[in-house]
Nanobody, 123 residues
Framework: QVQLVESGGGLVQAGASLRLSCAASGRTFSRYAVGWFRQAPGKEREFVAAITWSGTSTYYADSVKGRFTISRDNAKNTVYLQMNSLKPEDTAVYYC????????????????WGQGTQVTVSS
C-alpha cells in the first residue's frame, strides 16, 4: 500500500519556476514507477512525466520536454517535478501516481494517486 501527497503548487507568472514534490508512505516505494499527470478545467487528464523505480529512465510529454525535469530520492520516498519556463497553458491540477508495473504514460495503469496540487501560471 502506498499513499501519495503532492505539494509545491502555487500561482506564478509566465517564465517562472516551481518544484512539485510527491511524498510517499510505504517501505516499498522505491520499487514503484511514478508518473506526473495534470488536468486542466474541461480537459482530460494528461501525461506529463514519469520515472522508473530506479530513476534510470525518464519520460516526458512533448509539451514539457526541455522545461520539466522529473527526479526521485528513494531515501526520502519523494519524487520531484522541476518545472521551468512555465507557460499559461501549464495551468492545471498536477497529480502524482505510482505503481509497480505500468504502461508508463497511461493514467489508468497506475493504482495509487495523490490528491493533486494546483499550479496556476498567469500571463
Amino acid at each position: 500500500q502506498v499513499q501519495l501527497v503532492e505539494s509545491g503548487g502555487g500561482l506564478v507568472q509566465a517564465g517562472a519556476s516551481l518544484r512539485l514534490s510527491c511524498a510517499a508512505s510505504g517501505r516499498t516505494f522505491s520499487r514503484y514507477a511514478v508518473g506526473w499527470f495534470r488536468q486542466a478545467p474541461g480537459k482530460e487528464r494528461e501525461f506529463v512525466a514519469a520515472i522508473t523505480w530506479s530513476g534510470t529512465s525518464t519520460y516526458y510529454a512533448d509539451s514539457v520536454k526541455g522545461r520539466f525535469t522529473i527526479s526521485r530520492d528513494n531515501a526520502k520516498n519523494t519524487v520531484y517535478l522541476q518545472m521551468n519556463s512555465l507557460k499559461p497553458e501549464d495551468t492545471a491540477v498536477y497529480y502524482c501516481a505510482a505503481d509497480l508495473s505500468v504502461a508508463i504514460k497511461t493514467a489508468t495503469s497506475y493504482g495509487y494517486w495523490g490528491q493533486g496540487t494546483q499550479v496556476t501560471v498567469s500571463s
